[in-house]
């Protein structure tokens, strides 16, 4: 069964530094997503991203957040000055259309320290 | 109004018994109410959803009742397992782009 996958599973780093998380959506999906989750809390959206274009995007996603298809199979978040509050899981969620299900990745824990 | 209210936040169920959580919403643009299942250290998966044009979805031991004029919508499982043991959320969303979750539900099944 298809599934997204994420990379790497975990990260630390320090407070100030530039991170990339990597996903790999599912193939034929159009409709792509970043949602974070702090520990102990719900999910929250951050980004949806669709035709090479933001489709649209949380309050929590300042200027300190991009993301890029770099190429055909990879969907990349960036964060370009980590803060400690950064500190959460990270999901990458894909679907085939827009009214279709998401289906998420399996995360990536980044802890800035 | 984008908010989804959740409740409990944990619940402890006997096997074989059954398991409700309930969510509440406020905004009536949303059509589509999705409930995920998590395991420790996984993605959230979904187990069900529903769409507003009907009261009641049934997959296997999983049912959602939904009342639209009460904006509020619940998880059943039935004949609950302890492999039932995982975080659950609701979430809505108006054509099913960005999910709004709930705070999730830590249900634990025991023996």
């Known amino acids: 069964e298809p599934e997204v996958t994420q990379t790497p599973s975990h990260q630390v780093t320090q407070m100030g530094q530039e991170v990339i998380l990597r996903c790999v959506p599912i193939s034929n999906h159009l409709y792509f997503y970043w949602y974070r989750q702090i520990l102990g809390q719900k999910v929250e959206f951050l980004v949806s991203f669709y035709n090479n274009e933001i489709s649209e995007k949380s309050e929590i996603f300042d200027d300190q957040f991009s993301v890029e298809r770099p190429d055909g199979s990879n969907f990349t978040l960036k964060i370009r000055s980590t803060k400690l509050e950064d500190s959460a899981m990270y999901f990458c969620a894909s679907s085939e259309g827009s009214s279709e299900t998401q289906y998420f990745g399996p995360g990536t824990r980044l802890l800035v320290l | 109004q984008q908010q989804v209210k959740q409740s409990p936040q944990s619940l402890i169920v006997q096997k074989g018994g059954i398991s409700i959580i309930n969510c509440a919403y406020e905004n009536t643009a949303f059509d589509y109410f999705p409930w995920y299942q998590q395991f420790p250290g996984k993605g959230p998966a979904l187990l069900i959803a529903?769409?507003?044009?009907?009261s009641e979805k049934k997959e296997g031991r999983f049912t959602i009742s939904f009342n639209k004029s009460a904006k509020q919508f619940s998880l059943h499982i039935m004949d609950s397992q302890p492999g039932d043991s995982a975080t659950y959320f609701c979430?809505?969303?108006?054509?099913?782009?960005?999910?709004?979750f709930g705070t999730g539900t830590r249900l634990t099944i025991i023996p």
């Open positions: 979430a809505a969303s108006f054509r099913n782009e960005k999910l709004t």
């Open positions: 529903i769409r507003p044009d009907v």
